[in-house]
Every structure is written in structure tokens, then in C-alpha cells.
T-cell receptor, first 116, second 110 residues
Framework: DTGVSQDPRHKITKRGQNVTFRCDPI?????LYWYRQTLGQGPEFLTY????????KSRLLSDRFSAERPKGSFSTLEIQRTEQGDSAMYLC??????????????FGPGTRLTVT | DAKTTQPNSMESNEEEPVHLPCNHS???????IHWYRQLPSQGPEYVIH???SNVNNRMASLAIAEDRKSSTLILHRATLRDAAVYYC???????????FGTGTRLLVSP
């Protein structure tokens, strides 16, 4: 399967712990996005990368959140000192990029985080 | 970000056509109209997008009003697998993030 993969699929953690999620995009895609989705709501944009450069961060991304994409391949999203409000589905997507085109995004299955 | 308005839910019977409406009265000239859907327990899935002309692909058709203030996603023959939340999203060429609303939940009955 050559789609977007995310690991782990589920994570249960205690409040105050740090967690890290991984996303492997479609191999030829140079853009990678992170979104967060809570129950009953549409996904909310968190941040995106073009190759290894982080080009935009949402105000939702507090200083407890950090994302990296070393070497422009896979990406990690780390949440430090987790809070119960961080419980959500974390979605990763990837796309091609170039010029002024608009490209569809391909989403992974998500990582469901539960903070107890 | 330009805003879209969609009905909260719609119902259809299997094998019947479904027309999902979307209003976007503040659309700008460079906004593309995108549709994504999200099946239960899955990430969103791209369906179709267009700028001015109607578009067809293997999944659906997109009909865009002449003034571009509204559009309709058409599923020609609904199947049970089409039961999902459908999101209508405007995306400008200068921005690459998707701004999701709450979408339309489509229920398909056998």
C-alpha cells in the first residue's frame, strides 16, 4: 500500500506525559500537513511542511506542540505535557506542490489520542 | 477564509442520485471549490474540485453555478459505501491548507 501511513493508530496517555506521532507521506509528495479533529467537528489545520521547511503554523499549535520533517520525508508531531483537551484524532495528509496549482490532499487513517 | 454553508444532513436511498448543495456567496475569483468526504473511522478522502466549469470524475460530478456562489456535488447512484460526511471547501491558489466546516452527513438506506 503506497498511501499515507500513521503510527500509532491509537495512543492512551496520562495527563502530563509527552507523546510523539509519526506520519509517512506518499513518497513523491513534497507537502505534508497535520490536522486535528475532535468529535463531531471537521478537521482543523495545525501546520504544514514543504519538503523539510515548516511553512505555516496555526494558532492552535501551542508551544507544547512541535512538528518536524527531517530530510523532507516522514514527519513527527510531539505533544509535551499532554492535557485532557489534547484528546482528539490527529490526521496527517500529503500532496504534490508546485507553481500556482491546487493539489488534492491524501489523508492517513489518523492517530487517536486519549489523555486520561 | 471564505465560508461555505451546507445542510447538516441529507438522506438518500441506495441506487438513487444524490445532490449535495453548498453555498459560498463570498467566493473570490481565485478560489477553487473542493469536495472531500470522510467515511466513519477514516481520514478524509478527496472527491473532486473545480474552478468555473462543471467537472466529472469516476466518483462524482461537480456542478458550479454561473455566478459561482453555489455548487452541487452529484453522486449519480448512491451506494451504502457513500454514507459519509461530505465537506465543501474553498481553497485559494495562494493557500494550501484545507479549512473544513461541519459538512453534510449523508445517510444512505438500502
Amino acid at each position: 500500500d503506497t498511501g499515507v501511513s500513521q503510527d500509532p493508530r491509537h495512543k492512551i496517555t496520562k495527563r502530563g506525559q509527552n507523546v510523539t506521532f509519526r506520519c509517512d507521506p506518499i513518497s513523491e509528495h513534497n507537502r505534508l500537513y497535520w490536522y486535528r479533529q475532535t468529535l463531531g467537528q471537521g478537521p482543523e489545520f495545525l501546520t504544514y511542511f514543504q519538503n523539510e521547511a515548516q511553512l505555516e503554523k496555526s494558532r492552535l499549535l501551542s508551544d507544547r506542540f512541535s512538528a518536524e520533517r527531517p530530510k523532507g520525508s516522514f514527519s513527527t508531531l510531539e505533544i509535551q505535557r499532554t492535557e485532557q483537551g489534547d484528546s482528539a484524532m490527529y490526521l496527517c495528509a500529503s500532496s504534490l506542490a508546485g507553481g500556482t496549482g491546487v493539489y488534492e490532499q491524501y489523508f492517513g487513517p489518523g492517530t487517536r489520542l486519549t489523555v486520561t | 477564509d471564505a465560508k461555505t454553508t451546507q445542510p447538516n444532513s441529507m438522506e438518500s436511498n441506495e441506487e438513487e442520485p444524490v445532490h449535495l448543495p453548498c453555498n459560498h456567496s463570498t467566493i473570490s475569483g481565485t478560489d477553487y471549490i473542493h469536495w472531500y468526504r470522510q467515511l466513519p473511522s477514516q481520514g478524509p478522502e478527496y472527491v473532486i474540485h473545480g474552478l468555473t466549469s462543471n467537472v466529472n470524475n469516476r466518483m462524482a460530478s461537480l456542478a458550479i453555478a454561473e455566478d459561482r456562489k453555489s455548487s452541487t456535488l452529484i453522486l449519480h447512484r448512491a451506494t451504502l459505501r457513500d454514507a459519509a460526511v461530505y465537506y465543501c471547501i474553498l481553497m485559494n491558489t495562494g493557500f494550501q491548507k484545507l479549512v473544513f466546516g461541519t459538512g453534510t452527513r449523508l445517510l444512505v438506506s438500502p
